[in-house]
């Protein structure tokens, strides 16, 4: 440092490592007004400051040990503080005085306080880190105002942040300056590496975040076609010389594939051995796993592989599992049921086993394990794979385990349940029936419970709807909610700590119809005979029968009895839903009004009919996906009172689609009743225009509401507005009802600041589109809300609804700012495929930054329920020191 002041004292200590450092000393206490300065030399900035376009920030770490004053008398001036300037110039040289050594001539970084005094004697210091700029000249000089403090300069270092060179997708990226601003994302090309080209002629990018994070792939490098099939190839090259191979094969390739060679292009045919390339490597997928192999025990199985003989010469290489459920002989196979687990994971396997648990019994599987490497996804051949047939309930494959297997089943026990047996039907009404069978003939165990499946058939015996299997610890079930005149099919298994064994015969009945006897087991006959005899004998004995009567009565008694405490409905019919069976809860739940033979039935079960006359529109406030959104007000019909209400109408000239949908969402919104979910007060279907008058909300969309109140709410305000749309939701998904197009637009706001969940459309279809969305008939809903298992695969469910809680959250917190900014759709797929996620916005708490990451995990299975999150909300109301932790 150039010292400007006396007062300023240069001195050498002993650093840690052995080594004598430098450090500047300065204790003027005694002498009131000081000013002592202190500059640094000249700093270029070199290759950090590009240009006025591409700005960056420094980074200054200082570290100072600050004395205490107690101990020293006759003290004028004692300050714990001092001055940290900047000065930018494109000069490399400058006068010892120049620039003048005061305050305006300088930009003023801070005053810098010390965390700590020390006394006398103390070897502990301070750390302070402060960023300057935006710098737009090519050097700075950094100053140095001490104004009465005892303190002591050990070190002062200044540097920027930037992203270091790597490779992705096949393309390699140079060393790239941060940007200066949170937000900034600088975008770099990639050059692609040797033996490879860009696909579809699009330059691969990659984006620098402030923090010197690569982030956010576009565009990728394909591999040569000679590399995949290995075939040596006759190759044209340009006529030149002194050309590295990789470049006179990238533009001969590149030459090739954009048009046919003619004789006017100035090319020579050139014999060249491909496998000599020393490149060749990096654009090779790896071989087939070998040696794969399964142990099997109950409904658990263990895959174990060897690694490919060729691993492509890449260090990246992994493993993908595929599970298929297949029929007898293993034909017909596909795809496994949801519930099977993985450990330590399906995709991304960096080892050679993996254990399957969750099978189902006595079932055929057939899995496969496919080897993937760095240029696996670019290659245009299927990943290599190895597959296995497994049979559950085996022991496993080796001679030990048939033959452990074999001694189990011939003088033990089988593993799980044998059929159940006698099942059968009685009191037969109209709505209700109830059901009861025998034990199994082999229990293998403890029963812990049995399983009832109940379906609706045609009469052909094809199966039109399925309800959710429901369980019990007894031997009898009665089951209500039947529809007249219908034909069904139950069928019971039972389970053990080993598993479920075999469903029973299936077994038809009808509510007004005779049931479809189960077939006699040995168990039924000979109770018939027991019967019989009984029979006999008391037409022999008057005393017997007497006594038959009475005990047959009192059993009678007690059985009823035990039968009676099963009489709650366990079953209404419900429906099967992109493969899944809809869960049927003892409390209510959604029922989705496309099961409706007849829509306009459903507009009856679930809404209210209001007479046209009690409704007055006053002003259309906005349009809808339907046709106009209006401010009205409806008249009570048994008092005079007046109340606002919200009107959406259905546009003239309407398709027959577009009412179906139109009072499909009437339909869905009238079975929600929560105080954070918007009210349907009725609808008007019996005159024209058709309306659906909702409750009022009198701020409007959340989105809009917030960013005209940017920051004008406290935590503790923002916690409970997210609160209150976590609790709409968690009453949604109790219901079973998943939303789809959760989003801070979709959330609106009253005049107590109650937010309510809005938006019930049915009508949301997903779409084949470049920009990755899905649309509803009235307008596109970008994915920056949506889930990464919903863009890929069409899988909405609750979890896909809390990830989008989560950008809500992020919205909330930001008051109302866009999420991801201004990157487009694809760019915003590619970042969260690739690990990215929002980062917390300015001021955000600690613990609420975290519960939106919670809400981001790849993973479905491991995001928190609603319920969780209600819950963690209320823990942040309770306990509001959790808040002041602020994130990054």
Not at 49 to 77: F, G
Not at 522 to 541: E, L, P, R
Not at 581 to 598: F, G, N, V, W
């Amino acid at each position: 440092l150039i010292l400007i002041s006396s007062h300023w004292n240069e001195a050498s200590v002993t650093h840690p490592d052995g080594s004598d450092r430098r450090m500047l000393m300065v204790c003027q206490i005694k002498k009131a007004h000081q000013n002592n300065w202190a500059r640094t030399p000249y700093i270029p900035v070199n290759g950090a400051q590009r240009s006025l376009q591409h700005l960056i920030n420094a980074i200054i770490s200082i570290l100072v040990y600050n004395r205490s004053c107690e101990d020293v008398p006759n003290v004028a001036t004692c300050k714990e503080t001092f001055n940290l300037y900047y000065y930018e110039t494109d000069e490399t040289k400058q006068p010892l005085l120049f620039p003048p050594w005061r305050e305006g001539t300088y930009i003023k970084v801070d005053t810098i306080a010390a965390d700590k005094r020390f006394g006398p004697g103390s070897k502990e210091t301070n750390f302070e880190t402060r960023d300057i700029g935006p710098l737009t000249k090519r050097g700075i000089y950094l100053a140095i105002q001490d104004t009465g403090a005892c303190m002591a300069l050990m070190h002062v270092r200044v540097y920027y942040k930037y992203c270091g060179p790597t490779e992705k997708n096949l393309a390699f990226f140079q060393r790239t300056i941060a940007g200066p601003y949170m937000s900034s994302l600088e975008e770099t090309n990639g050059t692609c590496v040797v033996n490879s080209i860009p696909d579809n002629g699009e330059r691969a990018t990659l984006r620098c975040n402030s923090e010197g994070e690569w982030i956010v792939p576009k565009g990728s490098c394909l591999c040569f076609p000679w590399v995949w099939t290995g075939l040596y190839q006759d190759l044209l090259i340009k006529d030149t010389t002194n050309q590295a191979w990789g470049i006179v094969l990238a533009e001969c390739v590149l030459l090739t594939a954009i048009q046919e060679i003619t004789a006017q292009l100035n090319v020579s045919v050139c014999r060249v051995i491909i496998e000599h390339s020393l490149t060749m490597h990096l654009c090779q997928p790896p071989s087939r796993p070998v040696n794969l192999h399964a142990v099997v025990n109950q409904t658990t199985a263990r895959l174990s592989w060897e690694r490919p003989y060729n691993d492509g010469g890449r260090d990246d290489l992994t493993y993908r599992i595929e599970c298929m459920r297949c029929q007898a002989g293993f034909l017909a196979c596909g795809p496994c049921e949801d519930g099977v687990d993985y450990k330590p994971r399906q995709t991304n396997i960096a080892v050679t086993n993996v254990l399957v648990r969750d099978l189902s019994a006595y079932a055929y599987y057939k899995f496969k394990v496919f080897a993937l490497n760095g240029a696996s996804w670019v290659a245009q051949l299927d990943p290599a794979e190895a597959d296995v047939n497994v049979e559950t309930n085996e022991a496993g494959k080796s001679y030990e385990l048939i033959i452990m297997n074999i001694i189990l089943n011939c003088f033990l026990f089988h593993i799980v349940p044998t059929m159940v047996l006698g099942l059968r039907v009685s009191e037969v009404s109209q709505t209700e029936v109830l059901l009861t069978w025998n034990n199994p003939e082999k229990m293998n165990g403890k029963i812990r419970q049995y399983e009832v499946s109940l379906d609706l058939i045609n009469l052909m015996g094809e199966v039109l709807y399925m309800n959710l299997l429901n369980t019990t610890t007894k031997r009898s079930m009665r089951i209500t909610g039947l529809k007249e005149n219908s034909v069904y099919a139950v069928k019971v298994r039972a389970s053990t700590d080993a598993g479920y064994g075999p469903y029973s015969v299936p077994l038809k009945f009808s509510p007004l119809a005779s049931t479809t006897p189960a077939p006699k087991t040995s168990a039924d006959h000979v109770g018939t005979i027991q019967i019989i005899v009984a029979v006999i004998a008391g037409f022999c004995i008057v005393v017997a029968i007497m006594l038959i009567v009475f005990c047959c009565r009192r059993k009678s008694q007690k059985h009823k009895s035990k039968l009676d405490l099963e009489k709650v409905p366990m079953f209404v019919m419900g429906h099967v839903k992109n493969g899944t069976l809809s869960y049927i809860p003892s409390h209510k739940t959604y029922i989705d009004p496309t099961t409706y033979e007849d829509p306009a039935r459903a507009v009856l079960d679930f809404t209210k009919e209001i007479e046209a006359s009690y409704v007055a529109i006053e002003e259309v406030i906005g349009g809808g996906e339907f046709g106009e959104v209006c401010l009205g007000r409806m008249r009570s019909p048994n008092t005079k009172n007046e109340t606002d209400v919200a009107i959406k109408t259905l546009k003239s000239g309407y398709s027959t689609q577009q009412k179906l949908d139109f009072l499909g969402e009437a339909s869905i919104m009238g079975q929600f009743d929560h105080p954070n979910v918007i009210r349907l007060e009725g609808v008007v279907t019996k005159s024209q225009p058709h309306m659906i008058i909702t409750e009022f909300m009198e701020n409007g969309s959340l989105d809009t509401f917030l960013r005209k109140r940017d920051g004008e709410f406290t935590v503790i305000q923002l916690v409970g507005i997210l609160r209150n749309i976590a609790a709409g939701m968690k009453y949604l998904s109790d219901m079973g009802y998943v939303h789809r197009d959760l989003a801070a637009r979709n959330i609106l706001v009253n005049a107590q600041l109650i937010c309510k969940v809005s938006d019930f459309g049915l009508s949301r279809v997903l779409e084949e589109s470049s920009d990755s969305t899905y649309t509803t008939r009235g307008g596109k809903i970008p994915i920056r809300w949506t889930a990464p298992e919903a863009i890929t695969y069409r899988k909405f469910t609750s979890a896909s609804d809390v990830w989008s809680y989560g950008i809500v959250m992020w919205e909330v917190m930001s008051y109302g700012e866009r999420p991801y900014w201004g990157m487009s759709n694809q760019d915003v797929i590619h970042a969260v495929g690739t690990g990215y996620r929002l980062p917390a916005p300015m001021d955000c708490p600690q613990v609420q930054h975290k519960l939106m990451l919670d809400c981001w995990k790849k993973d479905r299975n491991e995001r928190p329920k609603f319920g969780q999150v209600v819950a963690s909300l209320d823990r942040m109301i309770r306990e509001p020191e959790q808040l002041k932790a602020i994130a990054g």
